[in-house]
T-cell receptor, first 118, second 110 residues
Framework: GAVVSQHPSRVICKSGTSVKIECRSLDFQATTMFWYRQFPKQSLMLMATSNEGSKATYEQGVEKDKFLINHASLTLSTLTVTSAHPEDSSFYIC??????????????FGQGTRLTVV | GEDVEQSLFLSVREGDSSVINCTYT??????LYWYKQEPGAGLQLLTY?????DMKQDQRLTVLLNKKDKHLSLRIADTQTGDSAIYFCAEGNAGNMLTFGGGTRLMVKP
């Protein structure tokens, strides 16, 4: 199956700094990418949806100025957590899909990034 | 590493039951989830089951877990056309990392 690579898998940062998480589709064109956040012992929460070359659509309650999403190419989307605080500590996971025609509508997930803000 | 496998495709007729299967390898899984993804949308959590349970029923949905065989299934009773979507199983371990299957595309024919 298709591969989505998410990097880094784990990161520890200091409060007030920014962290960038990358999500790459390695063997297909990801027209749409989804960013999720998971709180401990809870299910995933969709944060935002991004289409290549467009601004991301954020879910209600997600601060767009804090969680900057860039999807400048068909193989790369980035999530930047700006001015991180301890409450931003969480597990972030991306998902990539190619929604341009055909049957290839599966979503492929990255491995996730465990962010710890100290 | 952990691995979660699902069949790619399932086609049923409206009104029939659908059964989507999933196998996983991580014996330390504590939670197992079923998500639904409709075209162009993100994931929607359908249901989840703790690893110490073997069955959970929620309206039209029945989850069966065979922990010995590491096999999880989702049964949808009286399947409707609105159930057409991609269904993902996922397993979570003690570290709260989720590993997802590749998704099963369910097509419901009228």
């Amino acid at each position: 199956g298709a591969v989505v690579s998410q990097h880094p898998s784990r990161v520890i940062c200091k409060s007030g700094t920014s962290v960038k998480i990358e999500c790459r589709s390695l063997d297909f064109q990801a027209t749409t990418m989804f960013w999720y956040r998971q709180f401990p012992k809870q299910s995933l929460m969709l944060m935002a949806t991004s289409n290549e070359g467009s601004k991301a659509t954020y879910e209600q309650g997600v601060e767009k100025d804090k969680f900057l999403i860039n999807h400048a190419s068909l193989t790369l989307s980035t999530l930047t957590v700006t001015s991180a605080h301890p409450e931003d500590s969480s597990f972030y996971i991306c998902s990539a899909r190619n929604l341009r025609g055909g049957m290839r509508t599966e979503a492929f997930f990255g491995q996730g990034t465990r962010l710890t803000v100290v | 590493g952990e691995d979660v496998e699902q069949s790619l495709f399932l086609s049923v007729r409206e009104g029939d039951s659908s059964v989507i299967n999933c196998t996983y390898t991580d014996s330390s899984s504590t939670y197992l989830y079923w998500y639904k993804q409709e075209p162009g949308a993100g994931l929607q959590l359908l249901t989840y089951i703790f690893s110490n349970m073997d069955m959970k029923q929620d309206q039209r949905l029945t989850v069966l877990l065979n922990k010995k065989d590491k096999h999880l299934s989702l049964r949808i009773a009286d399947t409707q056309t609105g159930d057409s979507a991609i269904y993902f199983c996922a397993e979570g371990n003690a570290g709260n990392m989720l590993t997802f299957g590749g998704g099963t595309r369910l097509m419901v024919k009228p």
